[in-house]
């Protein structure tokens, strides 16, 4: 099995909601990653989790708020989000973080801020 | 950071015509990996390269590594409709120890294809 689910496949939010993407693997893949992608660009990594620790922040405002409740979940919590954030949002995992490292990623949410 | 150039932007082919990306970086790279992701879809992982000149091929796409682990290409020989999409090349930086490895992608090449 080398799937990685996300749900919602679609989210419209307003900018005083608050909700949240989640992402699921059972590859056994120690290390989950969020990018956030627009149109016609390259996805952007946004977090990393390594180990269900956070390893990497690429300086990310606060209201996106990520967790990690185990190895095979990811959640990205969502508040107080601006139409800019409208995007693509990735999830992905690896083997482990490190160089030379396949990421699987998942099929997204399309998210809609009004 | 490290980051990779990637060009052309777009392309547009006839179907059977051949096409290439190519990737470029100003530093040497550890490895280069190839995504593919289709119009709607999220990317997919095509392959890896990591010895220098490395020659790798898949059915109708070849991936080449660069002799300075400098630059890569994917070529398609004989584009089909289902080749449309996204190629992305990324890389991870080259550096020894530490452990904030980060996928970094080229902007990207659109490839459409008239039937």
């Known amino acids: 099995d080398t799937e990685v689910t996300q749900t919602p496949k679609h989210l419209v939010m307003g900018m005083t909601n608050k909700k949240s993407l989640k992402c699921e693997q059972h590859?056994?893949?120690?290390?989950m990653y969020w990018y956030k992608q627009k149109a016609k660009k390259p996805p952007e990594l946004m977090f990393v989790y390594s180990y269900e620790k956070l390893s990497i922040n690429e300086s990310v405002p606060s209201r996106f708020s990520p967790e990690c409740p185990n190895s095979s979940l990811l959640n990205l919590h969502l508040h107080a989000l601006q139409p800019e954030d409208s995007a693509l949002y990735l999830c992905?995992?690896?083997?482990?973080?490190?160089?030379?490292?396949?990421?699987?990623f998942g099929p997204g949410t399309r998210l809609l801020v009004l | 950071g490290q980051q990779v150039m990637q060009i052309p932007q777009y392309q547009h082919v006839q179907e059977g015509e051949d096409f290439t990306t190519y990737c470029n970086s100003s530093t040497t790279l550890s490895n280069i990996q190839w995504y593919k992701q289709r119009p709607g879809g999220h990317p997919v992982f095509l392959i890896q390269l990591v010895k220098s000149g490395e020659v790798k091929k898949q059915k109708r796409l070849t991936f080449q590594f660069g002799e300075a682990k400098k630059n890569s290409s994917l070529h398609i020989t004989a584009t089909q409709t289902t080749d449309v999409g996204t190629y992305f090349c990324a890389c991870y930086p080259h550096w020894r120890g530490g452990s904030n490895y980060k996928l970094t992608f080229g902007k990207g090449t659109l490839l459409t294809v008239n039937p």
């Open positions: 590859m056994g893949h120690r290390a």
């Open positions: 992905a995992s690896s083997r482990q973080q490190g160089a030379g490292e396949t990421q699987y």
